[in-house]
């Protein structure tokens, strides 16, 4: 007996959801998704009518059909949702929206679609504070960050760690950012938490170009963090030759000393980096 009731539930869950399977699974939602990834807008409109909630996010990341439409830029998808009620302002699980999803990938139209709608173009996520001109910032997008920063983003707005979005261009290398960021007035000396200057962040992370870029837009290459550490320092600890060599090359000082005494020379013997030590020891010299 409950063999068969067991299986007449079975077959009725069958019959259900054959004809509906976007009810039965998450709510559909990674079908919407998946729909507004492709720009396929009579997909959406037909798993809508079905009773899928436009703003259901699928589970392991909390990614809303709009977010998966301006991830891949699919602007016509964006349109569409937006239509259908979609909400702007939903946040993914670490608290990314569409726009930050847009800016990420570097659409200036898919951009100023969602900020021509009241997307919150100053909007942080949950982890590290970042905004969507910090986001556009790490993935060197030269259109996105021209777009926000002509919708008014705050060219100078700090994440977590005191950083700016000219600091997270420099620590990753993004020296076109780099460029357009000062063109538009960043502060080029600004510092985060820890006195940190967007050089400094570019030394530590190996990063030449930007350094170079920084270089020609008047950096201080003295400058000193909290530590009193400075730009040359930093390529010295993390083993950067080529950093030092740059560095050294526009005159950074080998004779400089941190708050505890250090030179580049002591940091690079202390860390048996023959070659970085050669380098200093030859400048030293000059």
């Known amino acids: 007996m409950k063999n068969s009731i067991l299986l007449f539930l079975i077959v009725i869950f069958f019959i259900i959801c054959t004809p509906f ?32 909630k436009v703003d259901s996010p699928e589970e392991e990341a909390g990614m809303t059909a709009l977010m998966a439409a301006a991830l891949f830029d699919k ?73 926000l920063i002509d919708n008014g983003s705050d060219i100078e707005a700090r994440d977590k760690e005191g950083s700016t979005a000219l600091m997270i261009a420099a620590y990753n290398g993004n020296s076109r950012a780099i460029q357009v960021l000062l063109d538009n007035n960043a502060n080029i000396h600004a510092q985060n938490k820890k006195g940190r200057t967007a050089l400094m962040l570019a030394a530590y992370a190996g990063q030449g170009q930007a350094i170079q870029t920084l270089l020609y837009n008047k950096a201080d290459i003295h400058a000193r963090d909290e530590q009193g550490v400075t730009a040359l320092m930093w390529a010295a600890f993390a083993g950067h030759s080529n950093e030092v060599k740059i560095l050294l090359e526009n005159k950074a000082n080998p004779y400089a000393r941190s708050n505890i005494g250090m030179t580049a020379l002591d940091i690079a013997q202390e860390k048996k980096y023959t070659e970085i030590v050669r380098l ?7």
């Open 21 to 52: 399977k976007v009810i039965c699974s998450e709510n559909g939602s990674h079908l919407l998704i998946d729909a507004a990834a492709e720009g396929n807008i009579r997909e959406m409109d037909k798993l809508i009518e079905r009773g899928i």
């Open 75 to 147: 602007t016509q998808s964006i349109v569409f949702l937006l239509n259908k009620g979609a909400n702007i302002h939903a946040r993914s699980k670490v608290g990314q929206t569409a726009l930050m999803y847009a800016a990420r990938i570097g659409s200036s139209k898919s951009i100023q679609i969602l900020l021509d709608n009241k997307a919150d173009i100053h909007v942080r996520d949950y982890d590290f504070g970042i905004t969507p001109l910090m986001m556009a910032s790490i993935y060197n997008n030269v259109n996105a960050i021209k777009t």
């Open 280 to 286: 200093l020891k030859k400048y030293s010299m000059n």
